[in-house]
Structures are given as structure tokens and as C-alpha cells.
């Protein structure tokens, strides 16, 4: 029998009430393991043949990080409110376990990146990404600056709000609500995307993925903070360095079949051919 981790964040009643009522139909098929991911902390330890996770595209997010350089194929089922990651909700569970328990499903990898931030000889923080690497203003509305090098030239100074690094996951996240372009999945690039720019001709940049991306903090009095997949944090000062490459690791998405990327652009972004002018 195979064996599934499966992930949920317990302390959220939803979650908590559809994992209780699938259990019993998982544990028909394969050998599971929770792991409650309110309490879990650092990497998984073990192995399973692949994950479900209960919850929404940060509970994903989430489980990309916590299974680290030991990648497995993951499906997730959705409970939350978006669900561009999660590919099922609970209701169809039970016609896709069978052939999850069988091996019988196709994987498509997705870019993860790797983030590295230092201050001098000090290692800030080092983790890997699913969507996106984000420095940005604390709580006072004031101008930041942060240099960007690509490949160790100096590219521009960008002056405004912060600056995002995305995967093509992370596209259709933060870069998106930023006026980012968005990334077929399955490219190897790096959006470059400017939050709220003092210059007009600041304009988002799409880089190969083979580029290393290097973000330095500019002179400031204003706090600033890095943020990693919306989820990890940590405090910038003056100097600061965060380094942004293409992780070694790919994220093993599993696909159902369900609905082709264009299919779910369509149906979560609310893309229509006219615009609805209602009974007029």
C-alpha cells in the first residue's frame, strides 16, 4: 500500500471538518500520515509516495517549503477561497484517490526559487519559494529605494512602494495585483516587478531563470521587511543583500486533468469574452 502525507492546518474549523470526514476513504486506500501544519515547524521527515494537502494555496505554499529538498508529487484539496494551486475540492476526492493510490496521475513540475538575504557576514534568512520573494515599506507611506543586479551588474535603482521577484506561480499572486505580467506555468523565468514606482518608466522585467537576482537596501530611515511566499519574514536594514536563483528542486504539482491553465485563468481571474452589462 502507498503512503500519503497528508497536510492540514487543524486549527482552522473547515479544514479540520473536511479532513475528519475524508479520512476514512483515504485510509481505505493508502497509509497515511497526518501532519498538522498550525504545529509544524522546519522540513518533513520521512517519506511518502506523494502529499495531499487540505486547505488553500497558502496551505501549499506552505507544504513546498516543509517537504524541502525532498520534493514528492502533491494534489491539493481546496478549502479556501482561491485555489489557482489547489487542483480539487472534497466532493472529488473520492473518483481521484484511487488512481492517486495506483501512481496512476501525471506530475507537472512548477519553478520553485531559492532566497538567500545577508547583512555582511550574517545570514539573515535562507529558505526556498513556490511564488515570490517581496522587499517592501514597513508602516510609514514614504519612498523606499533597492538596487536590483542581474548577474552582478547594477541594472537600476527602484524607487517607489518595494519590489517583487516571482516565479510563474507567483504570477498570478502579488506580482499580478502589482500590474506584474503573468507567466505561463510551466516557463523558466523570473518577473521583476515593481510595487507602486516613483518613475513611470520603471515597467516590469521577465528574466530567464539561469539569472541570479541580487537586491541590495539602499540609505533609508524607514523600516523594511523581506517576505518570502507571503509567509516568511524578516526585518531589513541599510546594506542588506537578498539573493533570488532558480532552487535545484521543482515543486511536483499532480495533475488531474481536471482543467487546463488557461481554463483556471479564466475561471478564478473572472476572464470574460464582453463585459456583463447585467439585463440592460
Known amino acids: 500500500m502507498k503512503k500519503a502525507f497528508v497536510f492540514a492546518s487543524k486549527q482552522r474549523e473547515t479544514v479540520r471538518d473536511a479532513l475528519r470526514d475524508a479520512l476514512p476513504l483515504l485510509r481505505k486506500h ?22 495531499i494537502v487540505f486547505g488553500g494555496d497558502g496551505s501549499i ?41 495506483a501512481g496512476a496521475f501525471e506530475i507537472v513540475p512548477r519553478m520553485m526559487l531559492h532566497c538567500r538575504a545577508t547583512r555582511g557576514e550574517k545570514l539573515l534568512k535562507e529558505t526556498i519559494g513556490l511564488n515570490d520573494v517581496v522587499v517592501s515599506r514597513g508602516a510609514l507611506s514614504r519612498l523606499i529605494s533597492i538596487g536590483l543586479f ?20 507567483g504570477s498570478t499572486a502579488h506580482s499580478l495585483a502589482a500590474g506584474g505580467p503573468i507567466l505561463e506555468a510551466d516557463l523558466a523565468a523570473f518577473a521583476v516587478t515593481p510595487i507602486c514606482p516613483h518613475t513611470l518608466s520603471n515597467r516590469p522585467l521577465v528574466i530567464p531563470a539561469q539569472r541570479s537576482i541580487e537586491l541590495v537596501v539602499n540609505p533609508t530611515r524607514l523600516p523594511l521587511a523581506l517576505t518570502i511566499d507571503g509567509q516568511v519574514y524578516a526585518e531589513l536594514e541599510p546594506a542588506d543583500r537578498i539573493t533570488v536563483r532558480k532552487a535545484q528542486q521543482e515543486f511536483k504539482l499532480i495533475d488531474t486533468g481536471a482543467r487546463s491553465y488557461y481554463k483556471t485563468l479564466r475561471e478564478k481571474l473572472g476572464w470574460g469574452g464582453h463585459p456583463n452589462y447585467g439585463n440592460r
Open 150 to 169: 542581474i548577474d552582478d551588474e547594477h541594472v537600476t535603482d527602484y524607487n517607489g512602494d518595494g519590489l517583487i521577484i516571482s516565479t510563474p506561480v
Open 61 to 101: 505554499l506552505r507544504v513546498a517549503r516543509a517537504l524541502g529538498p525532498h520534493q514528492i508529487p502533491t494534489i491539493g484539496v481546496n478549502i479556501g477561497k482561491f485555489g489557482f494551486l489547489a487542483e480539487i475540492v472534497p466532493r472529488e476526492l473520492e473518483s481521484v484517490i484511487t488512481s492517486l493510490a
Open 30 to 51: 493508502v497509509d497515511v500520515e497526518e501532519i498538522d501544519l498550525s504545529t509544524h515547524e522546519g522540513e518533513v521527515e520521512g517519506e511518502a509516495d506523494f502529499a
